[in-house]
């Protein structure tokens, strides 16, 4: 059973730009469930990028480069990244969770995954 689907990972040159999306099932989606992008690189952690609930959270390595967003109506969440740069290659994920369920960086703070979409930028 599927209930996040990412999509618009790609690769880029530095400098580029990318959208990313990621739907959920309906029955997942709240005005209150906490969605996030987090991003794994080879050989590295799991790091959150961002959250939204109604107010949202960024990764200092982001702000004010990417941008995450809702639309409801659509069960969908967005991950607009700007100004790319080598470093941000990486697998993305989407995750859905209760915004009780810990800090929002926190994977185990998030129920529900998405199976990824790969990003690459190139120098």
């Known amino acids: 059973q599927v209930h996040l689907v990412e999509s618009g990972g790609e690769s880029v040159p530095a400098g580029g730009s990318l959208r990313l999306s990621c739907v959920a099932s309906?029955?997942?989606?709240?005005?209150?469930?906490?969605m996030a992008w987090f991003r794994q690189a080879p050989g590295k952690e799991r790091e959150g990028v961002a959250a939204?609930?109604?107010?949202?959270s960024y990764d200092d390595s982001v702000k004010g480069r990417f941008t995450i967003s809702r639309d409801n109506a659509k069960n969908t969440v967005y991950l607009q990244m700007n100004s790319l740069k080598p470093e941000d290659s990486a697998m993305y994920y989407c995750?859905?969770?209760?915004?009780?369920?810990?800090?929002?960086?926190?994977?185990?703070?998030?129920?529900?995954w998405g199976q990824g979409t790969q990003v690459t930028v190139s120098s």
């Open positions: 939204i609930v109604s107010g949202t």
């Open positions: 309906r029955g997942i989606f709240a005005a209150t469930t906490r």
């Open positions: 995750a859905a969770g209760t915004p009780w369920g810990g800090t929002w960086d926190n994977p185990q703070a998030y129920t529900y």
